[in-house]
């Protein structure tokens, strides 16, 4: 009786939140009902959901649930597919288990309830009891369990901090003039974040191409989750010890970049606009005039004729080809902006393909979408129909007919004026049909997929750049992306960094920011500080908005120039470092810029705000950005020893500091044990360096590995082995520095190799290289030029140096070990 007394009185309780989650429109998944393991798949059925959990590898989980029985299987992001996995699946009649050599996934029955462990049963990460996930009319979300001091860090594109920890974010592509640095959504979308607690890390990525919502402790002290307005709850768990190796297996699923051109990796200068031919000439004369390295111009929307995509106006730009073979011949490459919006308009070639191809989105109705964007009333091709890509390709014959080097995409969100465009716009969704608000995100994805693969077939066997405003996980495929309309404020160079270090935590290493700013007027400290963060970018490009004050380096005065002129001299010197790197990200998805949480997860001074701009550039540099105001700065370093980049002095790990600021130099250190391959200075990148390869190696306490790449550096031959690969590898144990076998059938561009020691004894240090005695000698290297006495009444500046030891041999391509007496 008295438990017959106390399930009545629960029932009483119980009943009435049933009826209000009817009411409401909330349905919960509710308890398993059925159970089916086929290998690495087990299929489940809940009271109100089907769900499908499939091993992609030991590392991977896909959770896949709905509604209703589970649709066709398709997305536009991923690209991997499962790994045969060891793999065994047992259940009770309370719990289903599914082991692998590196997870555990507990599932309990009653209700559905999924946890990731350890292969140990740690927790990883677990769905919120009593929430887990549940639908509110269509809308979808997964409740998980906030652990405790837990951080969230990547999610792409997001302004805010660092660490995503009590905010919430929306994931809507738009177009955000002038943003503010807490603003969100902007223009991409990339729903993957990295969680951190406890020792253990993991990866959570939602391929939901509607828009998405993920909260992270906003509002809430329970829960952090993530959920969509539409359309499946589809996510992949990944987990590793190593941050490093989360970005791997994302990358793994969504896809790495091509090698890029070696000339996108150079300087470039924009402006909103540069015309007509004139200027641009002017600006590249200038460029050369002044011994400002450059491999690039951009040209804005101006180029067009009444912004017409694929057009020029000749009376501003009278012959293109022209134009691009002499700019070519001073070792410049022409980058075009390209928007999506065609102009309706008869007698429009554009326009009359697009109609008579039927490839542009529609209303039900069948007449085509018609929104205002630059060139005025315009129609919108349909990227996720195969037609439409086809038609974008065959348009870009003929930028490649006047010898354009790169497309830069933009407006791609899709904007319009208004920037509401309507939800009943229909697509073709590779002949499966959606409407906008499933296509939105994914639109921008589409259109930098259909000028990649439209490029790339137009100029043979020249690597296209494309550049991208907008995006959707893997995006790293097919461009490059760039934060879009910033403000010229220190506040905006600071929030850029952090932007690019989320995005290099989500899989995208190729990313830039409009460098000095591109709303409003730099001041001559601000545009100083931001080009030598820049030199620091992985893509880096000066731009700047209409109306506004010239931003090219010479503009601000001679001893901005001289200071900006140091650091692009210092990134062209570096480009075989940064090559090199760029190949490793196309190896395994590493970033260029490497937020600190990478290889210091754990370590919380990174998460602090007064920290969490620093960055590591490759793996040899540790970057402190500051902005143009602070003469007083406060630094982080961590675990190890870190030698300042300027003059060789030791910094040891694991300490805060604080150090003054002059405007002349931006605070750099290299990370023991580096190995650091540069070169002579050249003006751009078709220019040959000397036939010496400076290499860099930085006296430590631990192992390290480079592995040092070439190609031609413009086409696609490095996939048939056309390529000159080899590991270098310091051992301070062994006291040896050797170098693996070459693979690859190319060349190198150097013969000889200077080996510089940095750290190490002086007083020319004893070496061996392959059992031949040698002596290093005592050298000098100074990486920047004073800058002048400006004020006839100061201090001169002296040369800031150190004092290396250094060594000169032949650059052979068999296996070469060389060991030092220290």
């Known amino acids: 009786m008295k438990l017959n007394r106390i399930l009545a009185i629960a029932l009483l309780f119980i009943t009435p939140l049933q009826k209000i989650y009817a009411q409401s429109g909330v349905k919960q998944t509710g308890n398993v009902t059925a159970v089916t393991v086929n290998g690495q798949q087990v299929d489940i059925t809940t009271d109100n959901a089907f769900i499908k959990l499939t091993v992609y590898s030991p590392n991977i989980v896909r959770v896949r649930m709905d509604k209703q029985k589970l649709g066709d299987d398709f997305s536009y992001a991923v690209i991997g597919t499962p790994a045969k996995t060891r793999v065994s699946v047992d259940q009770t009649a309370d719990e289903i288990n599914i082991n692998t050599d590196s997870l555990k996934v507990n599932i309990k029955k009653q209700p559905f309830l999924v946890t990731f462990l350890t292969p140990g049963g740690e927790v990883i990460n677990q769905d919120e009891p009593g929430l887990t996930t549940s639908w509110v009319n269509e809308s979808v979300t997964t409740y998980k369990h906030m652990q405790e001091n837990e951080h969230f860090i990547g999610l792409g594109e997001k302004t805010g901090p660092l660490d995503r920890k009590g905010n919430a974010y929306t994931h809507w592509n738009s177009d955000t003039y002038a943003y503010t640095t807490n603003q ?77 051109p070696l000339w996108s990796l150079g300087y470039q200068q924009n402006r909103y606009s540069y015309y007509p031919e004139t200027e641009v000439m002017r600006i590249a004369e200038t460029l050369r005039e002044k011994k400002i390295p450059a491999d690039g111009i951009t040209l804005d929307i101006h180029y067009m004729d009444k912004y017409k995509v694929f057009t020029w106006d000749e009376s501003r730009f009278p012959n293109p080809t022209s134009m691009t073979k002499k700019l070519g011949d001073m070792g410049f490459k022409v980058t075009l902006i390209v928007d999506p919006g065609v102009k309706v308009e008869k007698g429009y070639g554009t326009y009359e393909r697009g109609v008579k191809d039927d490839i542009f989105a529609k209303y039900p109705d069948g007449s085509y979408y018609t929104g205002q964007v630059w060139p005025g009333w315009c129609h919108f091709p349909d990227f996720t ?34 920037q509401k465009a309507p939800d ?174 990478i290889d210091y997860t754990h370590d919380e001074n990174v998460y602090n705000s007064l920290y969490e701009n620093q960055y590591m550039f490759g793996k040899a540099f540790l970057v402190f950005p500051f902005d143009g105001v602070t003469n007083y700065g406060k630094l982080y370093f961590p675990q190890g020893k870190w030698y300042d980049l300027y003059n060789g002095r030791v910094q040891q790990g694991n300490q805060k500091t604080a150090i003054d600021l002059g405007i002349s130099k931006l605070p750099v250190y290299v990370k ?35 592995v040092y790449y070439e190609d031609d550096g413009a086409s696609f031959n490095y996939e048939k082995g056309e390529y000159y690969k080899r590991d270098i590898t310091y051992n301070p144990t062994k006291k040896s520095i050797s170098f693996s ?25 004893p ?56």
């Open 184 to 260: 969100d959504p902007i223009y991409s979308t990339i729903p993957f974040y990295i969680g951190v607690h406890h020792q253990v890390n993991y990866g959570i990525f939602f391929d939901n191409t509607w828009q998405s919502d993920f909260n992270f402790g906003a509002s809430n002290n329970r829960f952090s989750s993530f959920g969509a307005k539409g359309g499946e709850m589809n996510y992949y768990f990944i987990y590793h010890t190593h941050i490093a190796d989360i970005i791997r297996s994302y990358t793994s699923l969504t896809g790495l970049m091509k090698m890029p």
């Open 385 to 418: 129909n195969p037609k439409g890509r086809a038609f974008w390709a065959n348009e870009l014959k003929k930028y490649a007919s006047e010898g354009i080097s790169g497309i830069w995409n933009d407006m791609n969100e899709f904007s319009t004026w208004g």
């Open 424 to 597: 009943n716009i229909l697509f073709n969704y590779e002949g499966k049909g959606a409407a906008h608000p499933q296509v939105h995100n994914v639109y921008g994805l589409e259109m930098i997929r259909s000028s990649y693969e439209g490029y790339k077939a137009a100029r043979e066997n020249k690597r296209p750049f494309i550049l991208t405003r907008s995006g959707y996980a893997g995006l790293q495929r097919y461009a490059a992306i760039w934060t879009g309309d910033n403000r010229a404020e220190n506040d905006h160079m600071l929030l850029g960094v952090r932007l690019l270090n989320s995005l290099g935590l989500s899989g995208v290493p190729f990313s830039g920011m409009d460098v000095g700013g591109f709303t409003g007027g730099a001041s001559p400290a601000l545009y100083a500080r931001w080009m030598q963060i820049g030199a620091f970018n992985p893509y880096m490009r000066n731009h700047s908005g209409i109306n506004s004050k010239a931003s090219e380096p010479w503009a601000y005065g001679e001893e901005v120039l001289e200071i900006t002129r140091n650091y692009i001299n210092l990134r062209y010197r570096l480009l075989p470092y940064l090559y090199s790197s760029f190949y490793e990200a196309t190896q395994n998805g590493s970033p260029i810029m490497r937020s600190l949480t």
């Open 672 to 706: 023991e044990s580096s190995i650091i391959p540069m070169q002579s200075l050249v003006q751009n990148t078709t220019q040959t360096p000397t036939d010496t390869l400076y290499l860099h190696v930085y006296k430590g306490s631990i192992n390290n590995k480079f």
């Open 741 to 765: 076998r070459v693979e690859g059938s190319a060349k190198s561009k150097f013969n000889n190799i200077k080996l510089i020691l940095h750290g190490f004894k002086d007083g020319g240090l």
């Open 767 to 822: 070496v061996k290289i392959n059992g031949r005695t040698m002596r290093a000698s005592n050298d000098f290297q100074s990486l920047m030029v004073p800058i002048s006495r400006f004020d006839p009444t100061g201090f001169s500046n002296p040369v800031e140096g150190e004092n290396v030891q250094s060594i000169v041999f032949r650059n052979s391509s068999d296996e070469l070990t060389l060991t030092y007496q220290d």
